[in-house]
């Protein structure tokens, strides 16, 4: 295990996980271009929980405060890495998520840079809370297709689906 947090995420907990990781990943043996694919989607799947998970402290309509709960780890196996993200989802959100993910995981890399630089130049969806890259970013500089998982769970405030997200560099 290379970096663990698990807890509430806000940007300036973002900002501080991502100076923790970037000191450990100096400490590595690992080429700049490992590195710099491995941060982008660190950075990446701690926005998805910043922006996304479902259990949260501020209100939904504070979105330059939020403060949401998640996980997300990195770790190296046989000499590379990978980065895991989990956070609380609504049961609805599964599908949606699903949608989108499963045909990247089909695509080749260039068919992921070209969606990409279409998205660019398109408009944001209307529920995205950015241009709708996060996933893409993820999948473009990960070396392996991304790996998903949706959990149903039952907690204290009643159900929800724990939403797991994997990218191998």
Request: net charge negative; with cysteine.
């Amino acid at each position: 295990m290379v970096f663990y947090y698990t807890g509430y995420f806000s940007q300036s907990i973002v900002t501080a996980m991502g100076d923790a990781l970037r000191l450990r990943i100096n400490s590595v043996d690992a080429s700049n271009v490992a590195r710099r694919k491995l941060f982008s989607i660190f950075v990446e799947m701690a926005q998805n929980v910043v922006h996304y998970s479902a259990e949260h402290l501020t209100s939904d309509s504070s979105r330059d405060q939020e403060i949401r709960r998640g996980s997300l780890w990195v770790g190296e196996r046989d000499g590379r890495f990978y980065v895991v993200c989990a956070n609380p989802i609504s049961h609805d959100g599964a599908e949606r998520i699903r949608q989108k993910l499963e045909p990247l995981r089909e695509m080749t890399n260039d068919d992921i840079k070209s969606l990409y630089k279409q998205k660019l130049r398109a408009e944001n969806e209307a529920s995205s809370k950015g241009a709708g890259l996060g996933f893409l970013t993820v999948a473009r500089d990960a070396s392996e297709p991304i790996e998903f998982d949706f959990v149903d769970e039952t907690g204290p405030t009643g159900p929800f689906t724990t939403f797991y997200l994997k990218a191998t560099i």
